[in-house]
Structure formats: structure tokens, C-alpha cells
């Protein structure tokens, strides 16, 4: 197929990137477009070279993605959907290579955070990469059969490599979620099933700020399904949270939340609002299965 910007979207990292795995999954009809960086994922869709953009922003065993907290708000675009993967990491090599003679593995710092009990148990020292497709394509450039790569199982077909071990990762559930991006908001209809709002804010610097402005979201029951703080600009007495709320802005219920929340906060920003995935559900039922 070839390639558009109508039918183009983009990622951050090299062909064969988990985040290519999930533009392939969710959009088979696209063709994905590398971006060396999460900036030039977002410049991508920005400037009309990409319709969307597929950016992870968390991980079950890793945490939170770097950096996106501070881009979501300021990249101009919007999230119009998400999409959790379940992530197979594999341990991959030069042809000729061994598990024994491996020294170093290469890979994104996500990556190798997921792996880190492998590594260990094995003695490879860990190299931080830009991403795991793009450290596979290093090994294999290298042909050093001391240096191995931690990475899709397509990457190492893309790129000659001998793929070593399988599912290497510490936690079964490793799953990232990632995000769907656009220039143009598109927010979901009220009543189309399970919603999410994503939004942004800043509290006022006043005592108990955070507590009262949150209260609202309790007295409606709503439910909050993250909420994180980072700093901003480089000023500890500067915060601001990133939330994911279920709900639509037109139910009385969150409208009624977002309304206090505003009395009490600065620069409330809506970043989408967008379909749940299914993995919510399915989760939600595996954890109520396990008490």
C-alpha cells in the first residue's frame, strides 16, 4: 500500500517497534509512518504528514512513559481512542549467537526495565536505546555475537536476527497502553457505551487545593482511574496532574465534577474523550475473579 497522510500514522521508534505492532493491530488499513522521536510523532500529525499517531503512554510493570505527561498538553493534539497490548519481549541476536555468550543486551529503557530479572539472572549487562526496534537493527548492523537486543519478534525478522528466548518479560500481564492521536478532537458521543475523559489540570496554590477539587468526582460517584502529579518548568512549587476519569462530559454526574473541579483549579485542559477498551472490562473481571 502506498503512502498518504490520510492513510498514514505515525510512531515513535524503527520499523518493528511494539508501537509499529499496534498501528499494525488496531489500523491494518494504515501504513506506519517512524518517527525518530515522540516530538516527530506529534510534528507528524501536526504539520499533515500522518492522519493519527499510536504513542504508549504507560506500562503494567514499568510505569508511565516519559515525558508524554508534558507532551499530551502542549503537542496540539488530541486523543480519540486507546489501545492496551499485551507485549512479548524477545531476546534476540546474530546468527551464531548463544544465550551463554551474550554480554550485552540492548534495548529501550521500558524494555529492559520489563526484563530486568532475566537480565540479571542471566549476567547481561542492559544498554539503554532510543527503542527496541531500533537496537535490534544496531545488533544486527554490529554482527557481534556478544551483543544481543531485546525486541519484537518481527523486528528480528525485519532485521536477520536470531531470535534466542521468547516472553522473557518478569510479569505475564507486562501490557502497555497506548494512545491514539489526532489533529482535529473527536469526541465520542454521549451514551455509546463506556467512556473515558482524559483531562489536565493545575490546583491553586491554597491548603487542601487537591483535596476539595477531587472531592467533586467522590459526591458524584465518579470513577477516577488515574491521577498523576509532575512537576512544571522546573518549579517544585509548580504541579500538574494528568487524570483518566470513565465517563462523558455531558453526564450530569462528571459535569457536575468538572464544574468544582474548575472552582478550585487552573488551566483545566480536556484532552479527549473516547471509547474504553475492552482490556478495561476484561481486566475489571480478572481482578474480581481473584478476591
Known sequence: MSSTADNSIAYQGAPGANSDMACRQVFPDMVPLPCHSFEDAFAAVTEGRARLAMIPIENSVAGRVADMHHLLPQGGLHIIGEHFQRVVHCLVAPKGATIAGLKQVHSHIQALSQCRGYLRAHGMAPITHADTAGAAADVAKWGDVTQGAIASELAAQIYGLEVLARGIEDA????????????????????????????????????????????????????????????????????????????????????????????????????????????????????????
Do not use: C, W
Open 172 to 291: 505475564e500481564h507486562n501490557t502497555t497502553r497506548f494512545l491514539i492521536l489526532s489533529r482535529e478532537p473527536k469526541p465520542a458521543p454521549r451514551g455509546a457505551g463506556p467512556i473515558i475523559t482524559s483531562f489536565v489540570f493545575r490546583v491553586r496554590s491554597v491548603p487542601a487545593a487537591l483535596y476539595k477539587a477531587m472531592g467533586g468526582f467522590a459526591t458524584n460517584g465518579i470513577n477516577m482511574t488515574k491521577l498523576e502529579s509532575y512537576m512544571v518548568g522546573g518549579r517544585f512549587t509548580s504541579t500538574q496532574f494528568y487524570a483518566d476519569v470513565e465517563g462523558h462530559p455531558e453526564d450530569r454526574p462528571l459535569r457536575l465534577a468538572l464544574e468544582e473541579l474548575d472552582f478550585f483549579a487552573r488551566e483545566l485542559k480536556i484532552l479527549g474523550v473516547y471509547p474504553a477498551h475492552p482490556f478495561r472490562s476484561e481486566s475489571s473481571q480478572r481482578d474480581d475473579g481473584q478476591d
